[in-house]
């Protein structure tokens, strides 16, 4: 069984920045890709960045050249470099962990909120 929990989230004014982690346990082979949704009030959740295991990167393009997503090398932690952030950058931000095996995974969110 896996479990994933995130951190990092707090406030800060446009502009600035903040790192986001998520710390995998358990069954961590079982992970193919994980990644970050976030979900601001009255929208939809959607996808911010995503890592395979093979490294492969994927960004919205709402954040393309302002976060970087990345792990550690024993896999088991994965962050969210936010720089440049908007107001519109405000949400609660969730890290994900899917697999073949084990289905998808959700942490239980943290709030990022971009003071204007």
């Known amino acids: 069984q896996v479990q994933v929990v995130e951190s990092g989230g707090g406030l800060v004014q446009a502009g600035g920045s903040l790192r986001l982690s998520c710390a995998a346990s358990g069954s961590i082979f079982s992970i193919d890709a994980m990644g970050w949704y976030r979900q601001a009030p009255g929208k939809q959740r959607e996808l911010v960045a995503s890592i395979t295991r093979g490294g492969s990167t994927y960004y919205a393009d709402s954040v393309k050249g302002r976060f970087t997503i990345s792990r550690d090398n024993a896999k088991t932690t994965m962050y969210l470099q936010m720089n440049s952030l908007k107001p519109e950058d405000t949400a609660v931000y969730y890290c994900?962990?899917?697999?073949?095996?084990?289905?998808?995974?959700w942490g239980q969110g943290t709030q990022v909120t971009v003071s204007s």
């Open positions: 994900n962990a899917a697999g073949a095996r084990l289905g998808v995974l």
